[in-house]
């Protein structure tokens, strides 16, 4: 039996992670591209198409060369004026929730002001994102997003455009957009005695083929809406991978950059709960003595982690009455952190476990003791 629930699970995680885009990193290059041009970028118009999307406005199709690197692979698309790409897919399966993955790249190294916002969209969502500060090594930066919940079959149009406010801005400053994944996640269920869905973070954006970074999250205040399932986002935190940081437990955990994440649970009023998790530093040189509040209800607690950035985690608990039937649960870092490079970082957050605090609930307790007055009375008669 445990190894067909093995197989089942494997293939739901398959499942689940298989892109549903067509041509999602532009390796199928537009039809008619002039073959003499010295340029990595060329000027789309109505006789190209981008195979799987359409587009409308200045849309340049653009491939790596010694003078124009890419992050993940040798084309993108850049967004110029009034560009607009577009591609509309079928949902998969019955109401699963959608969070999609993408990366945006300067077009050229040199900074550039909030005239390259790029618009994210789809039915049930909107988010707009630009290259404002440093969170990695490289120019480019990964971002997730939640795009909605549907149902089988559903038609699903994803739209993304340049929105500038300043129409005559620099083309060094159009965005361009690279690799994409569109990641299904179905509805999550407790287990393992864990009160909270997605305490080890293992259920969020996918993370991308050959990148090396994690993946941004910005502000998102709803538990809903947010592509890091049963969290909720108060700033900005970095999605990293056990493969290319250090992760405390699993797969993938939460580096706070800027203020925190939080989530909900239903309890009981008036009992009493432990709240168990790991802090750590992601192995990004992010020297810091970390101050991380925990919050259960109205139960605060601070936690401090002396992190000399090469890899290190500490286990830390609180108990907590519930003051009401549904209790937030957070986690803050009000102070900026920043490596020798000026790359923006933070504590780390993993392996977030609530149980009932057993030492604390009277009702528990009577129990155990008419199990071990039962245990002693038939041992000895």
Request: net charge negative; proline share 5%; glycine share 8%.
């Amino acid at each position: 039996m445990l190894p067909q629930v093995f197989v089942l699970s494997l293939l739901l995680l398959t499942l689940a992670s298989a892109d549903l885009l067509q041509n999602p990193d532009f390796e199928f290059p537009p039809s008619n591209l002039p073959k003499d041009s010295k340029s990595p970028f060329v000027l789309l118009n109505k006789n190209n198409t981008i195979p799987g999307w359409t587009f409308e406005g200045t849309v340049l199709y653009v491939t790596a060369d010694e003078t124009f690197s890419l992050p993940h692979n040798g084309h993108a698309v850049q967004l110029g004026e009034d560009g607009i790409i577009n591609q509309t897919f079928l949902a998969s399966a019955d109401y699963l929730r959608y969070v999609l993955t993408f990366t945006i790249a300067p077009a050229q190294t040199q900074n550039c002001s909030d005239s390259a916002e790029t618009v994210i969209s789809a039915p049930d969502s909107q988010g707009v994102f630009s290259l404002k500060q440093p969170y990695g090594k490289e120019t480019w930066e990964s971002y997730g997003h939640y795009l909605g919940s549907w149902g089988d079959g559903e038609s699903i149009n994803l739209v993304i455009q340049r929105q500038a406010e300043d129409s005559n801005s620099s083309s060094i400053c159009w965005p361009v957009i690279d690799e994409l994944l569109i990641k299904s996640m179905p509805k999550l269920v407790q287990g393992n005695g864990n009160l909270l869905l997605n305490g080890g973070f293992e259920h969020g954006p996918e993370f991308l083929n050959n990148s090396t970074e994690g993946i941004l999250i910005e502000s998102a205040p709803s538990l809903i809406q947010s592509p890091l399932q049963e969290w909720s986002v108060l700033g900005t935190v970095n999605y990293v991978d056990s493969k290319h940081f250090f992760v405390p437990q699993g797969n993938a955990a939460i580096e706070i950059v800027s203020i925190g994440i939080q989530t909900a649970a239903s309890l009981k009023e008036g009992s009493s709960y432990n709240l168990e998790f790991i802090l750590g530093d992601a192995n990004n040189s992010c020297v810091k003595d970390f101050l991380v509040s925990a919050q259960a209800g109205s139960t605060v607690q601070n936690f401090t982690l002396l992190s000399s950035g090469t890899g290190s985690a500490k286990n830390f608990s609180m108990k907590f009455k519930a003051d009401s039937s549904v209790t937030t649960i957070s986690f803050m870092s009000y102070a900026a952190s920043q490596t020798k490079n000026g790359i923006l970082c933070g504590p780390v957050v993993d392996d977030v476990v609530l149980r009932v605090s057993l030492g604390m609930k009277p009702d528990i307790q009577w129990i155990v003791l008419v199990f071990l007055y039962l245990v002693a009375f038939l041992t000895f008669h």
